[in-house]
């Protein structure tokens, strides 16, 4: 059973660095084809793709947020970190990871989601 | 970036209708094209991929149909679950960009 966990600040000042943390179980990037992206969905507003990290390293950011965004993984922790860079009210949202069905290029398996505030 | 325009942003409808909602692509996308689920509070669950392709688990009254750039979600015999809101994805060019959603009200 595949199953992903976001964790992180709750509210983070603006300029800061947002740094959010994937936990997940059931698959591994040690497995060719895994990947794992971000998506955030401001409150009330759409969903927003972010980024993605494949089981090769290869990654693939939003030109939106591009400069701003690091994604990185951990294989033997099961991990993928996200980074946000210069954070603004703006970027004030709902986070989620989510693993990527192979082949299909879509996210079947959401984690919860962290809801982030950027506020002085 | 591709831009994918969902209509209508909202719907009104009972237990038992059928309804159906677009997505319409600002480029063609082949059928990489996804739909998902999302109710308040909760992750967005997928539904349909490759625009006509029922995850599994999903009723089958839940079903998409399209190719290029328009494509519809029709949900036959509305149960009182289904009332969320519903998101397109396209997965044809990074970024893989959403439409603004639909909420799928009781009436």
């Known amino acids: 059973q595949i199953t992903l966990k976001e964790s992180g600040p709750t509210v983070v000042k603006p300029t800061q660095t947002l740094t959010l943390t994937c936990t997940f179980s059931?698959?591994?990037?040690?497995?060719?084809?895994?990947?794992v992206g971000w998506i955030r969905q401001p409150p009330g507003k759409a969903l927003e793709w972010l980024a993605v990290?494949?089981?090769?390293?290869?990654?693939r950011y939003t030109p939106s947020l591009e400069g701003r965004l690091t994604i990185t993984k951990d294989t033997s922790k099961n991990q993928v970190v996200l980074t946000v860079t210069n954070m603004d009210p703006v970027d004030t949202a709902t986070y989620y990871c989510?693993?990527?069905?192979?082949?299909?290029?879509?996210?079947?398996?959401w984690g919860q989601g962290t809801m982030v505030t950027v506020s002085s | 970036d591709i831009q994918m325009t969902q209509s209508p942003s909202s719907v009104s409808a009972s237990v038992g209708d059928r309804v159906t909602i677009t997505c319409r692509a600002s480029?063609?996308?082949?059928?990489?094209l996804a739909w998902y689920q999302q109710k308040p509070g909760q992750a967005p669950k997928l539904l349909i991929y490759?625009?006509?392709s029922l995850q599994s688990g999903v009723p089958s009254r839940f079903s998409g149909s399209g190719s290029g750039t328009d494509f519809t979600l029709t949900i036959s015999n509305l149960q009182p679950e289904d009332f969320a809101t519903y998101h397109c994805q396209q997965a044809d060019s990074f970024p893989y960009s959403f439409g603004q959603g639909t909420k799928l009200e009781i009436k």
């Open positions: 990290i494949y089981w090769d390293d290869d990654k």
């Open positions: 480029q063609g996308i082949g059928t990489w």
């Open positions: 490759t625009a006509s």
């Open positions: 059931g698959f591994s990037f040690s497995t060719i084809g895994v990947t």
């Open positions: 989510a693993h990527r069905q192979s082949g299909v290029r879509v996210f079947d398996i």
